[in-house]
């Protein structure tokens, strides 16, 4: 099997796990996952499932980004904050659909390797910037949409703050033991 045969049993995988939205969809599809996974790790980029990206980190499974992506509901005029980089796939998927998407990352390194990335798919409408999420982009808000990558224990303040009225906020929040929700 092909990356791109293993590509398209993943958007049809998407499609019965009741993904509809076609803009989402096909942003996922555009975007080459295998270019945000380990070298050992490219025969399965296109698995639904998470993957290590180093720094004791993962890349998010392809069924949680498109759900999360989907449940934000992004139009093509919208301002657009990401806490959580990580490997910047969440971020190259939500590229097409906003007009512009800020992205935090905590971890310096990860920050840099996903903003390499960035230049070499030509995503010039993200803007990163390396610090402690939690407390979100003061200084760029307010945002349409949020969308947070790691799970808090509690939605944090800050960020509320910087949604405008109206505006919509995907989150995980609780401790990975009992469990955490998406709010």
Partial sequence: ????????????????????????????????REQFVP??????????????IGHDQTISQPSV????TAKLDVGPRM??????????YQTAVLSPLCRRIYTMERNRQLLREAEARF??????????????????WSNQAPFDRI?????????????????VVGGKMVIPVGDAVPGQDLL
Avoid: F
């Avoid at 969308?147 to 949604?163: D, G, K």
């Fill in 1 to 32: 099997m092909s990356l791109a045969d293993d590509k398209i049993r993943l958007i049809m995988e998407l499609r019965r796990e009741g993904i509809t939205d076609t803009a989402v969809l096909g942003a996922m599809e555009r975007v080459p």
């Fill in 39 to 52: 070298e050992n790790l490219i025969d399965q980029a296109y698995a639904n499932t998470a993957l290590p």
């Fill in 65 to 68: 980004v498109a759900a999360m």
């Fill in 79 to 88: 301002k657009v904050l990401e806490i959580g980089t990580g490997s910047g």
């Fill in 119 to 136: 230049k070499i798919l030509g995503l010039t409408n993200v803007v990163t910037w390396h610090g402690d999420g939690s407390k979100g």
């Fill in 147 to 163: 969308i947070v990558t790691a799970a808090p224990v509690e939605v944090p303040p800050a960020l509320i703050e910087q949604l």
